[in-house]
């Protein structure tokens, strides 16, 4: 039963906007996938009404303990930055369709943008322990260095770390393609994973395209019920129509999607 | 257990329903989705997303928003298209043994027709929901509610199709719902079920865009909740019809309310969405209400406002 | 001080404005009493309680109930009546010294001529609201939105007795409002004011009773926001006319919301309730927004959304 | 300015339903009167939209500090009983016309009905400290023991205390407006002041008027404003008409009123 009352184990503030919590769950942390996320209900009256998608940035199915990196945009990620230890949450997950098998041959590279850095930071942990054969390269990319909240979550859990901001304040001044573009160039690449803004992803999956290397990224789209239901959360399909974010996604291999329409 | 307690069984208009609690049109897909949430066996009826003939993409994204105590949604009717659907969805529902209540929606008459005719040929299905007032597309929609000869004209050739009991989904866009139900009951439905979303609009002031790709979309939620429950009074003491009431009802009371209103038997629709289980939830907090109120039997309460 | 960063001043028609920021009807009284709350100096306008020729005693209590993220009042018109209002209420506003628009209601045709006539004489108005959309009286009130050529003689008349400028307050209780706003426009007025309240009820189940002694009342706040913006936006793109924009404005980008919709001048109307310096602190909330999109002259927002 | 940010003082739960709030305000304490109520907001969010009047129950105008007794009886009750110490409320108040002056010679009749004690209590104390020739006669009638949230704090105060319960848990069994009548016929009554449910008022005030003896009753009303502009919390006046509970009241002299329509 992907539904559950989970427990705020703890919740530190890690940058001005950044927050990281811990929940004790019965079900979700044993079964999450890297990729996959939860869907939040934020408070206990009409107003926010809506859940809140979140990816599970980590697990630790021994105790339980699940974690989610929250940036504070606006109403319902401000309610969770304030919530308590001990506090009880309302979850759903996990949910979605995680980070695919990742090929036998080539470097991995990981770009996260902004908060989007959280299911990387899961996938390359699993990278680590299942498939420990495996190069993976992170790319961390930010508007400045008080947005690269976890960096040392991800750096920790990668061979080789590079960062990237547009004002220069941490790592190479400019934007984590711009990297992606050096490395797709250098190295053997086998596959490419990105989760961020919208342009960012777009222009991965154009680089990768170019490249030949299969990309996948994990997409955002405002959410009515999670599960594949209501069909909300739709972005636009390559073939034309429209995938779901929940539940087709929210990774996808990026030639499913239609990236013309998607940066309009 | 509940049914022991209180008798949940409702008659609305030639449709016999297990309980009064139904789940709304594009809130609960094919029932598929919500299986591991909600004992789908135990519904009093699923009303299925919006059909159309042909398949339908619906409009781009984004497709919800938040709004205070609601939602916005421009979902469009997509859909796979009657023969899918047909195919591929319907053994699914006809096989839980709960009444499953197919909502179709078409651009012309003739569009509706078809599909009654087509639906009327399937065994197995407890009726059809002539959807005639979706906010969300530019031909059809909700602009047959606006029409009253129109929409009985659509209701009697849709009634010529088929057997099946026929419910209409009437707007709240509209200046007095009381005829729109009227007419539907002209054309030879026998239920009336309201109501559906209203037409609302979010603006993102910083980019100074539509939150929603398709500019305006269809409200719905707790917010519209006592808009709602007006046009179910209104119409029950206009025309004493069987209605299914909705929206913005979250609570086994929210339910009571509908039914007192003059409401047959009411769906949850968003409500699933933030509570998944809501459905059964919804219906089990009914009970308790009907237990603490003294209440056998839920048929009891439909009407029963005192004013 | 805000002054300097950003004009607020507005043009609405043939209305010069301070500022775009008003005050709704029957939500401020007649301005005393949020007096120790708000600058009442620095409001861009007044629209006062409803004024009808005769004192009303308005409908029994309970006359208000909340509802998710919105209101239901039924007060029913309740006012002192024309020439007290002329006596002892209008000297207070008009000396404040900021523009006041009085809010008049009739049962008949002859009623709203007669209020205009008396009012028109009074000097110091800045304008006329008619309130041909109050969904709590039983004969007048939104009866008049939904009789196009009725509402359009109405307006005409009132237009015979005054030079005032005329602001119809448009009725959302309709299936379409373009042709409401264009008959105000047609008898005469320069300005269209939406939306008064949607009609709603809430029901204590319990007790089985109806929360308002008046049955059903109209609801505002923010849950009726989305409807309000694409009433806003409907007309706006219809009909390029003067446009005073409400409904659930509690923010500053509530407001830049609706002046991005088409409104040239915005109300806050329940937001005064939940807080008292609302109509003040949503001033200093557009002229902070407007600082921080670059925006010099709020006038520019107007109808800007880009679609 | 009645418009302020208090904090929660403390938040001490008295029975299982009540409440009992200690407020830090600036402005409220110094300036409130027995009778008088404040309007509190009870979230940040927009549900629950409107703010709750609450009869102030006493006051410290030294340390600033206003009590408040919450039954919790919905969801904008219980959001307040959940106010940790530190929590910040906005209030506006005191507001509202208070318990008039009261008569220089007989006895003072307190009747309180459940948590209609609140503004009694307060009564009280302003009659013992200011009126200290004034006998007050207190009367606490609930339903059941359980109901009889700080009647240690109005007893203190009264000359003369007694209790009523409907099921005869504590005091005498029956209603607070039976012993009224008792103590109407046996003593010479300078005025009765009550808060309570309607009906007990409309009982105080008919035996009050055959009594001719003066009776204030403090009044209930769904609000809006909280200020007088909205009209919303009219209560049917004697000579028809409406009045204003937030304005013209809470406390009205009981021939104020229509009570055949209120008890309706
Ligand atoms: C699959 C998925 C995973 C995500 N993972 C994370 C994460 O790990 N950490 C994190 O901080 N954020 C994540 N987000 C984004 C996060 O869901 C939004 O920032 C959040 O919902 C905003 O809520 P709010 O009330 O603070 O903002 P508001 O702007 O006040 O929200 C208003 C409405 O917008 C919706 N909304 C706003 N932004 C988004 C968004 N980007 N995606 C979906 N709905 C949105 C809300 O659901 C709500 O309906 C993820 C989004 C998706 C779809
Ligand atoms: C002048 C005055 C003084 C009061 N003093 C106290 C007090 O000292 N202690 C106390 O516990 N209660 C007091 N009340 C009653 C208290 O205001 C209500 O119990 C409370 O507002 C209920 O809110 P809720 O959200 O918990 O209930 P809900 O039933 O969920 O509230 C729904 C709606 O009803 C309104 N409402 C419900 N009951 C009342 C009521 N009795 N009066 C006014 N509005 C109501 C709310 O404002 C809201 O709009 C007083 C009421 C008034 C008018
Ligand atoms: C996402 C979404 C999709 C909907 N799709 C349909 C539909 O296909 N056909 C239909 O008749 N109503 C549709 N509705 C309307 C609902 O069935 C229901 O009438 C409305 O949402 C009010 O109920 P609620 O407030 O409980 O959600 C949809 C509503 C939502 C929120
Ligand atoms: C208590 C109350 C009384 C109102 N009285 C009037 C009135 O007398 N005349 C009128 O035109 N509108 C009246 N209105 C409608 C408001 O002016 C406004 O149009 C509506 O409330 C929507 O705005 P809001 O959501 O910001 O409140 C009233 C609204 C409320 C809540
Ligand atoms: S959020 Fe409902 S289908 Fe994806
Ligand atoms: S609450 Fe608004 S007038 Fe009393």
Redesign the pocket.
């Known amino acids: 039963m992907a539904h559950e009352t989970a427990e705020v184990v703890w919740n530190e503030s890690i940058t001005q906007w950044h927050y990281l919590l811990a929940l004790k769950t019965k079900h979700a942390a044993a079964a999450a996938q890297p990729g996959q996320f939860i869907h939040v209900r934020v408070g206990p009256t009409h107003d926010p009404l809506l859940r809140r998608p979140l990816s599970v940035l980590r697990t630790d199915p021994g105790t339980g303990q699940l974690w989610v990196l929250v940036r504070v945009v606006g109403r319902g990620t401000r309610l969770l930055a304030e919530m308590e230890p001990g506090a009880r949450l309302d979850i759903m997950g996990p949910l979605g369709r995680g980070w695919p098998e990742p090929p036998p041959q080539g470097d991995l590279i990981l770009v996260a943008g902004g908060v989007g850095v959280a299911p990387l930071i899961f996938w390359a942990e699993v990278l680590q322990s299942s498939y420990p054969a495996s190069h993976v390269l992170s790319i961390f990319g930010a508007a400045h260095e008080g947005e690269l909240a976890c960096w040392l979550e991800l750096a920790a859990r990668s061979d080789e770390f590079y960062v990237a901001t547009e004002d220069g304040s941490a790592g190479e001044k400019g934007l984590a393609v711009d990297l992606l573009r050096v490395y797709l160039d250098q190295r053997r690449v086998g596959a490419v994973y990105a989760c961020g803004p919208r342009g960012m992803l777009a222009a991965a999956a154009r680089l990768c395209a170019r490249a030949s290397v299969p990309c996948y990224v994990a997409m955002e789209q405002w959410m009515?019920c999670g599960i594949g239901a209501?069909l909300?959360c739709v972005v636009p399909a390559a073939g034309g129509g429209y995938v779901r974010v929940c539940t087709d996604g929210p990774v996808f291999r990026a030639d499913e999607l239609d990236w013309e329409v998607l940066v309009q | 257990m509940s049914a022991e307690r209180v008798d949940l069984r409702v008659q609305v208009g030639p449709l016999e329903l297990p309980s009064p609690l139904l789940v709304?049109?594009?809130?609960f897909g094919f029932g598929q989705e919500y299986a591991q949430y909600v004992d789908l066996g135990a519904l009093g009826g699923i009303m299925t997303?919006?059909v159309t003939i042909a398949p339908r993409e619906g409009n781009p994204g984004p497709r919800?928003w938040e709004t205070s105590a609601g939602?916005l949604?421009s979902?469009g009717?997509q859909n796979p298209g009657l023969d899918t659907v047909i195919a591929e969805k319907l053994p699914f529902l006809i096989e839980l043994g709960v009444p499953i209540i197919v909502?179709i929606a078409g651009e012309t008459i003739a569009e509706y027709a078809t599909l009654a005719q087509r639906l009327g040929e399937v065994e197995g299905l407890a009726a059809l929901?002539v959807?005639v007032?979706?906010p969300n597309v530019d031909r059809g929609g909700m602009e047959f509610c606006r029409e009253i000869p129109v929409l009985r004209e659509l209701v009697a050739a849709v009634r010529d199709e088929t057997e099946l009991p026929l419910i209409v989904?009437l707007s709240p866009n509209v200046g007095d719902v009381v005829p729109t139900a009227e007419a539907a009951l002209e054309g030879g439905a026998e239920v009336v079920s309201m109501?559906?979303?209203l037409v609302g609009m979010a603006i993102d002031a910083v980019r100074r865009r539509p939150r929603l790709a398709h500019v305006t979309g269809?409200l719905?939620?707790p917010a519209?909740k006592p808009i709602a429950l007006a046009m179910v009074w209104r119409v029950w003491r206009a025309l004493q019809c069987p209605v299914i009431g909705?929206?913005?009802?979250f609570t086994g009371e929210d339910a009571a309310e509908f039914l007192l209103a003059g409401a047959s038997a009411v769906a949850?629709?968003?409500?699933s969405f933030v509570d998944p289980t809501s459905a059964q939830r919804v219906r089990e907090e009914l009970v308790e209400f009907c237990c603490g109120q003294g209440v056998e039997t839920v048929r009891e309460l439909t009407g029963s406002l005192r004013v």
Do not use: H, Q
Request: with cysteine; aromatic share 0%.
């Open positions: 009515g209501c909300g | 709304a049109s594009g809130t997303k919006a919800v939602m949604n979902i009717l909502n929901e959807n007032s979706c989904k109501i559906n979303t269809g719905s939620g519209v909705m929206g913005g009802i949850v629709g968003t409500a």
